[in-house]
């Protein structure tokens, strides 16, 4: 007979959202019953972000010390151990590893286990031989890599974010398939690590974000030496380990190519987790291949809610660690509280962490223009900045999209930790604030995040300009 639980909160899914909503509902000591079929911590922890910004560290070492002859410091081209990287990549893993365990959990009065959960009807789980009746479930099961039906791949051994941060041996010649966050940001720490990098992305480099900023990062791959190829489409993969070949259709009247590397790695999107959790027997409508959520991330089941990754409604596109977590909070306030609460996505900042950073906010010129016609834009080049020229990192610019009355109504920034210099105008727009807001506050010098002062002060440029304040201040000099 299998054990059965009653707790307030059954969390299926311990990552980044469930999680979190684990540790909010026992910070409020709420009974919790939480349960993981893998490792603690989800894909953020052990497959995606962290082991990927621990890679890309590795990567800006190596590339710091090839810059370092501009500073005046001569050393030669740097050595790369790929098998201590991957030691790097795994120790910063597991001094991360506690916040997230099962110990820490349980210490918090979580009761964690270990088994995959499946609804048996509306209102149960099962979860290896235990029963769970919960007042609300939440379902955080996160997303696995979305595998393209390309012809032959099933043929090749390829990598994914699941297995390449496994690797010991850094790849000859990595064929990266998907020029999206994934792909940019382990194409350039590759390539920095010493590997040849190809990427072959369907469409252009990172295309959910504006593409003048998008191009900024393209170059600084391209100048690194990264085969960016945009707009290809791959006809057939074949050949074996080691020598992996990618057949291209050629343009009109063109034969096609092949591109030749050792290693294959799939950077081609995510599919939501919704396969093997008995939905259907519980009633959770499934809507292009996400749980299908309402505003409030409640599912068909009105038990049920669904947060990260694996939630629909909009969220596509936004499958980030942060918008996990804050979907956590929305979920406690609404199932626990019975507040209301629901999904704001305008202020939902958006990085890849490539060297420069590509950070945004709010809409892209394109939004902007489409939804508000007329639209102002203020841009300043990071490489006007006295700091960013001493530390010679001066690639990039910011752009600020402005409405009417100085209304915010998007940023971008390409730059240098750009994703630590977008909080202010995340900041200025969730208190509808305006340029000004920017403009006006004294930013310390020399910061590279005077940057955004720079770019708000530009609107005020035409002020400057207008014959009737000319002729105030020099009536007003002429006074004395
Ligand atoms: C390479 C890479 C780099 C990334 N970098 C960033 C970044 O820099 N910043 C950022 O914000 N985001 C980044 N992301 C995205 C981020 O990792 C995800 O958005 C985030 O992990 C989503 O959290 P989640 O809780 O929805 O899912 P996950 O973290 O995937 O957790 C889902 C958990 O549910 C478990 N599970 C699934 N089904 C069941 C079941 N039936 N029973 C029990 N358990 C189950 C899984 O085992 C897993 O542990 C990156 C992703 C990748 C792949
Ligand atoms: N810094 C971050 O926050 C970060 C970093 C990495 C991943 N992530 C998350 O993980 C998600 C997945 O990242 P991703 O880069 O895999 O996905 P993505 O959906 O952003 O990009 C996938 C790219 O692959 C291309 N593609 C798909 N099939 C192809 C084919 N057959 N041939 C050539 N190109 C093809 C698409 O055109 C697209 O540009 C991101 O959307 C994001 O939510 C976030």
Redesign the pocket.
């Known amino acids: 007979m299998a054990d059965l639980l009653k707790p307030d909160l059954c969390v299926i899914g311990a990552g980044s959202g469930g999680l979190s909503v684990a540790a909010i509902a026992a910070a409020f000591g709420v009974p919790v019953v939480l349960v993981e079929r893998d490792r603690m911590g989800g894909d953020c922890l052990n497959a995606?972000c962290v082991p990927?910004k621990a890679l890309l560290a590795a990567g800006h070492r190596a590339q710091a010390i090839r810059e370092a002859a501009a500073f005046g410091i001569d050393v030669p081209e740097p050595v790369v151990d790929f098998a201590r990287v991957r030691a790097h990549v795994r120790g910063v893993i597991a001094s991360i590893a506690p916040n997230d365990s099962a110990e820490r959990f349980t210490a918090m009065g979580v009761k964690v286990i270990k088994a995959e959960a499946r609804f048996v009807d509306a209102r149960t789980v099962e979860a290896g031989d235990i029963r769970i009746q919960a007042r609300r479930f939440v379902l955080a099961t996160g997303s696995r890599p979305a595998v393209?039906p390309?012809p032959g791949l099933d043929t090749v051994p390829y990598l994914t974010n699941e297995t390449v941060f496994d690797l010991d041996v850094r790849p000859r010649r990595l064929i990266i398939?998907?020029?999206?966050?994934?792909?940019a940001?382990l194409g350039q720490a590759m390539r920095r690590l010493g590997a040849e990098v190809v990427i072959?992305?369907?469409?252009r480099l990172l295309?959910?974000d504006d593409p003048e900023m998008a191009a900024v990062v393209g170059r600084a791959l391209v100048s690194e030496g990264v085969e960016l190829r945009t707009g290809?489409a791959?006809q057939r993969i074949g050949g074996k380990a080691g020598a992996i070949e990618v057949t291209l259709a050629g343009g009109p009247g063109e034969a096609p190519e092949t591109v030749e590397g050792s290693h294959l790695l799939l950077?081609?999107?995510?599919s939501p987790t919704v396969e093997g959790l008995g939905l259907e027997e519980a009633g959770i409508a499934v809507e292009r291949g996400a749980i299908r959520v309402d505003g409030g991330l409640r599912t068909s089941n009105r038990r049920v809610y669904a947060v990260g990754d694996c939630a629909g409604g909009g969220t596509e596109?936004l499958?980030?660690t942060h918008a996990a977590n804050y979907h956590a909070g929305i979920v406690v306030r609404r199932a626990l509280f019975r507040l209301p609460a629901s999904v704001d996505n305008r202020v939902m900042p958006?990085?890849?962490?490539t060297d420069p950073e590509l950070a945004a906010v709010g809409l892209t010129e394109e939004e902007a223009r489409a939804r508000h016609g007329s639209v102002r834009i203020l841009r300043w080049p990071v490489a006007e900045n006295d700091r960013a020229q001493a530390e010679r990192r001066t690639q990039g610019h910011v752009k600020v999209l402005v409405g009417r009355g100085g209304r915010i109504l998007g940023c971008s920034i390409a730059a240098a930790g750009a994703g630590d210099l977008i909080v202010p105008w995340m900041l200025a727009m969730r208190r509808n604030g305006t340029v000004s807001d920017i403009a006006n506050l004294v930013f310390p010098y020399p910061t590279l995040s005077e940057i955004s002062k720079r770019a708000a002060v530009e609107d005020l440029k035409p002020a400057s300009r207008s014959g009737l304040l000319r002729g105030l201040a020099g009536a007003l000099r002429w006074l004395g």
């Open positions: 995606g990927s393209p390309i398939v998907g020029g999206g966050p994934i792909g940001e072959l992305e369907a469409g295309q959910r290809v791959i950077a081609t999107g995510r596109g499958r980030f958006r990085v890849t962490y």
